[in-house]
């Protein structure tokens, strides 16, 4: 647990974009500071808590980036993590948003903050909470879709489902931010542009699933044999190939396939 709870080596990872400084520098000038610190304040603890799950799952973290509209933490992860351990890890982050929100309103009661900071902190971590639900990519909202799909659904066919579904949601996003004359466009273009790379990364992560599989020895909560098709192989599944008359564990069947290139 006190490796979990140290963050002192995750400080030289922590990179801020360019962005964000034009954006402090800005706030200063329009004299918007309050609320580019509240907003940083926030993010800073999202990220936090995404942290502190990846170290208590002892996945490698590789970099934080911290933008004007959220931070992103990129990690180096198996696809067959417990599902259990992806939905805390994408949760992470609104979790701690929610005990910083106790303790903001444990000091306003107490006097030690004034109205105004409290709504406007209010405001801020209401809205950056219902943002990253929203099922869009890279937001935790669609990393908790794919998870909860994956529990029930073959991996692929969970992915598959949660670009389109991602693509939906962002979809539906820029037009309301049209709508209400609300349009940012850093932030759209953003997210769009990782949408096209989750797009054109399916193979590779098709790949990935299945090289995993072969390395290895992941948790399964029950085997499946027969004829099966590759494509709807299951996270939490191991599986036996019905293969010329006799059965064979997945890791040689897929071996096999990998060698002739089916995947």
Partial sequence: MVKVLNIVNIWPKVKIDYSTYILIFL???????????????????????????FKLFNIEIEKIIIYPFGGITYINSKIHERIYKSILMSLGGILFQLILGIIINYLYKNGLLINSTYKLFNLYNKNIILFNLIPIIPLDGSKIVLSILSKY?????????????????????????????????????YLIIKLIEVIKEYKLVKKKFYLERIIYDNYYNKIISGKINLDYMRIDKYYYFWDRNKYVNEKDYLKKSYYKGNF
């Fill in 27 to 53: 706030a200063l000038l329009a004299g918007y500071i309050k609320n580019i610190t509240i907003i940083l304040i926030i993010v800073f603890i999202h990220e936090l808590g995404h942290v502190f799950f």
């Fill in 153 to 189: 659904l073959a991996f692929q066919v969970s992915y598959i489902l949660m670009i389109i579904i991602g693509s939906i949601s962002l979809f539906s996003f820029i037009l309301y931010k049209m709508f209400f004359r609300l349009n940012d466009l850093v932030l759209n273009i």
